[in-house]
């Protein structure tokens, strides 16, 4: 197996892992309770910040950014940042189906984006993959009437978009030699940097339970931040984003386990899509590599 092959699949790998995380974190920021969006915000990327620092600092990493990379550092974190507060404001505004639904639009958007940004042209078995999974996330989420609230929806519309134009940020930042720890340490302090003023002059009291399920909320976008970063520097996002559908199949396991949410018909069809378009592209990568 070659070194492309290898690079490929560690950036799978990782995406799979990045899906789990953030399929906590979900979870997680849907027991916490009635806690603002924008207290929700600083929160899971507090957290995430304290683990970049000690990263940092086991590495013995210098808080440095590699010279030309400080307008793409500057956009991942904006887009980064803009898509998490619109996403978390969906979820607090629309049906929890809904906000997902517009949220699972970022890979579609990271391909999109990685054409004008990286130069990275997707062929028509990428564009026909990221749609069919697209296709069977719409059965696992089946969005409501609740969509029709516009500015909510297209708030979170956006959010989709700002995570998509994020992870195409962290390719460019990946290919120009920018170390996972510094692009998550700048992401998570520019956000909490953002969010600090709203806690500080409309802060909610929280019980010792919803503290815990931030901080365990904070831990999982930080595994996800991690991975997702690493992912998008051994892959372009045409031949592995496809992969993030996976995090819908992890929320619905951790909701049968600890929500007691049993799937729904129309959820086992989309799951069936998803891992299938997945092993497909796969094989697909593996044949090309080969030939």
């Known amino acids: 197996m070659n070194i492309l092959q290898n690079n490929k699949t560690k950036g799978i790998l990782c995406i799979l892992l990045a899906a789990f995380g953030f399929s906590l974190m979900t979870f997680f920021v849907r027991i916490s309770g009635d806690i603002p969006t924008m207290q929700k915000a600083f929160f899971r990327n507090f957290v995430a910040m304290i683990v970049a620092t000690v990263v940092l600092i086991k590495e013995k990493t210098p808080l440095k950014i590699v010279k030309g990379n400080r307008l793409d550092i500057f956009f991942r974190c904006l887009f980064g940042t803009s898509?998490?507060?619109?996403?978390?404001?969906?979820?607090?505004?629309?049906?929890?189906?809904?906000?997902?639904?517009?949220?699972?639009?970022?890979?579609?958007?990271?391909?999109?984006?990685?054409?004008?940004l990286l130069k990275e042209v997707p062929n028509k078995i990428d564009i026909g993959a990221t749609i069919v999974a697209f296709i069977g996330a719409l059965f696992i989420i089946r969005p409501t009437g609740l969509v029709s609230e516009v500015v909510p929806a297209l708030i979170g519309l956006y959010g989709g978009f700002g995570a998509g134009a994020a992870y195409v940020f962290v390719r460019r930042l990946g290919k120009k030699g920018e170390k996972t720890p510094i692009i998550v340490f700048c992401f998570s302090c520019f956000s909490c940097i953002v969010t600090l003023p709203y806690l500080l002059f409309a802060y909610h009291p929280m019980t010792a339970y919803q503290w815990t399920c931030l901080i365990l909320a904070g831990v999982g976008a930080s595994l996800g931040q991690f991975a997702i970063t690493t992912a998008y520097k051994f892959a372009p996002a045409k031949e592995i984003s496809v992969f993030d559908y996976t995090q819908v199949i992890f929320a619905a396991i951790l909701g049968l386990l600890f929500l007691g949410e049993m799937p729904l018909p129309l959820s086992i069809v989309g799951y069936i899509i998803i891992i299938g378009v997945a092993v497909f592209r796969w094989r697909m990568n593996l044949k090309s590599d080969t030939n």
Do not use: E, T, V
């Open 83 to 116: 898509g998490l507060i619109g996403n978390f404001y969906a979820i607090d505004r629309l049906g929890i189906a809904d906000a997902n639904m517009l949220n699972k639009l970022s890979p579609f958007f990271a391909i999109l984006l990685s054409i004008p």
